[in-house]
């Protein structure tokens, strides 16, 4: 059934975006626009719920609400992922900024005073 | 005074009983001694400047691997030295042993220079932080092939070159793994130098947890997964 396919394509998918550190073609305008196409859906799902019973039994489900369960399942992972790699992202970049700074504030010692410039091996 | 000199980088957080000490010892042996203080409470930052050493400090605390990658970037930056010594300012590490590893990297030109505690000797090592440290020699043996017998030690000799090629990303002590798996694919050379480490009751309280080792599988895994990806 479509629906099995659909989820498991789902899965697969969602799996190897946990592998990637950065997800291709995540830009804020699709997340926009998906947000909005999900706002439209939830609205007419309300108004017409016999369309969601529907659209499910067209792809193999019996329930219109199990339907909704997921694609609501399907669409947290991919948010826990996504939000996590930007976590990781932003981590990076306060990693960079910290070591800048430091760099930039650097106060250089006295190494020239020091009693040997080249080392010496040893008596061993 | 001669550019071409060896700097030493001693990643320092919150290291106040050792670190004035450690400086001052280097600073007789070596000119360029870099603090990298890595988010310090105590003002171990302040104590190593007083005590004559450059200091580049972290604002936030970002781990030891990321502490020598900033003194890396330094010395790449804004240094001529062609070689960088590691060293850890616990009072674990001789100066003398670094004094000579460095002159092992000078008379035999390869780009690093491993300490090796178990082909050298041990001064009160717990038992349990032995085992924990063999297993992980095996592991790292394993993993990256090289023909070491001590894969958690602080204190190298890097190449200049060395430096230029390796770039130190995990985080908390799975660095050093890192550091070891860098050094066969870019083609670098290496060779290990006997040491003694010495652990006092102070470098014992803080150190590394041995149940740490699990924190570094994991870090090592993650990063596999995502640069087979």
Redesign the interface.
């Known amino acids: 059934m479509i629906i099995k396919l659909l989820l498991i394509a789902s899965a697969l998918g969602l799996g190897v975006l946990m592998l990637r550190e950065r997800i291709p073609g995540d830009k804020v305008l699709w997340r926009r626009i998906g947000g909005m196409l999900g706002v439209a859906a939830a609205v007419v799902a309300v108004l017409w719920p016999i369309l969601t019973t529907k659209i499910a039994n067209a792809v193999g489900v019996t329930r219109g609400a199990d339907l909704v369960f997921y694609a609501l399942a399907m669409s947290f992972v991919y948010y826990a992922i996504a939000t996590s790699q930007r976590i990781h992202q932003l981590e990076h970049k306060i990693l960079t900024l910290t070591r800048e700074l430091a760099l930039a504030q650097r106060t250089v010692g006295d190494g020239v005073s020091a009693a040997i410039s080249e080392a010496e091996p040893s008596a061993e | ?2 550019s071409k ?2 700097c030493v980088v001693v990643p320092v957080f919150n290291e106040l009983a050792t670190v004035e000490r450690t400086v001052i010892d280097l ?8 603090c ?1 203080d890595d988010g310090s409470v105590d003002g171990s930052g302040d104590i190593a ?1 007083a005590a ?9 605390n ?1 781990g030891q691997g ?1 502490a020598l ?2 003194g890396f ?2 010395v790449l ?2 240094t001529e030295a062609e070689y960088v010594v590691t060293f850890d300012a616990d009072g674990q590490h001789r100066i ?1 042993d ?3 590893m ?2 092992r990297a000078r008379e035999t030109g390869v780009d690093v220079v491993l300490a090796s505690r178990f082909r050298g000797t041990t001064v009160e090592m717990p038992r349990l932080r032995g085992l924990v440290l063999r297993g992980g020699v095996w592991f790292t043996r394993l993993i990256t092939g090289l023909h070491v017998t001590d894969t958690h030690n602080g204190l190298r000799v890097l190449s200049r070159h060395a430096l230029s090629r390796i770039r130190l990303e995990l985080p908390r002590m799975a660095y050093a793994s890192e550091l070891l798996e860098n050094i066969v694919p870019n083609g670098l050379s290496y060779l290990e130098e006997p040491v003694t480490v010495t652990y006092t009751e102070y470098s014992r309280a803080k150190g590394q947890r041995n149940s740490n080792f699990v924190n570094i599988l994991f870090d090592l895994a993650a990063r596999r ?2 640069a ?2």
């Open positions: 005074m001669p000199q060896a600073r007789a042996h070596f000119g360029d001694v870099v990298i400047r004559g050493a450059t200091v580049l400090r972290h604002a936030i970002l990321a990658q900033t970037d330094y930056r804004f003398d670094a004094v000579r460095l002159a997964l995502r087979s990806a």
